[in-house]
């Protein structure tokens, strides 16, 4: 058959209509629908039921890419899909990572699930911690370990143990040193033949200045005391003070 205009006549009507366009019958046929859609929501909530926002849920199958996060009420809506298995991961630091498959369209009616995440235990990555208590120390233990020959060592607990009344009192037993009263700044001078050693606090030098007048002993840490210039470290070395000695204070505070 040619593809000619056929008339049909429809009660007393005649309508003229295209070969093709008509079905079995001769009646015009209707239009393709397009496939039916479903929404997909759903609520993330933890064990006590509590609702869980910030959850991150992302499609996987059939069409990866799309995704939402849970609002303040654990809520997500990923939009609509056709009828068939949709499957979507949740995951959210601090909680289990989940992947859920559902059958959109099931009962030709939105979907809509309800999602429990269990808590897990968040591996951090490895952190080396110094659980040496001496700490910024560390040099002065490393000398009175080298240099114990040449030098008087103090630590805290050494101070302690021997209770001073003032930071002088801890030269009083060593041989060479003498103590004598300073009515004028108070406290005592150090004297080491004759000779007034050089007193550095934390690393900074104090000329002049007597012990007792820049620390007390409850504000030591640490305390190292050279004599002359033997194992004196080269940091502080002084050319004109070679034999008078050198007392290195470490405070609490620093």
Known sequence: MSNSTVSVLIGSALVCAIPGLLGAQGAPSAATDPPATYQVTGVISDAAREPVPDVEVMVVDPIGGRQAVTDS???????????????????????????????????????SVEIVLLPVAVELDSVLVNADPRGRLREFYQRRQERAAFARFLDSEDIRRRGPTDASDLFRTVPGVSIKTNPAAGGNAIRIRNCQPMVWVDGQRSPGAELDEVIRPEEIAAIEFYPSSAGTPAQYLERGNRLCGLILVWTKSQ
């Open 73 to 111: 009420r654990g809520r997500f809506d990923l939009g609509r899909f056709p009828a068939g298995p949709v499957s979507f991961r949740v995951r959210r630091v601090g909680y289990e990572e989940r992947t859920i498959k559902v059958e959109v369209g099931a009962r030709a009616r939105p979907t």
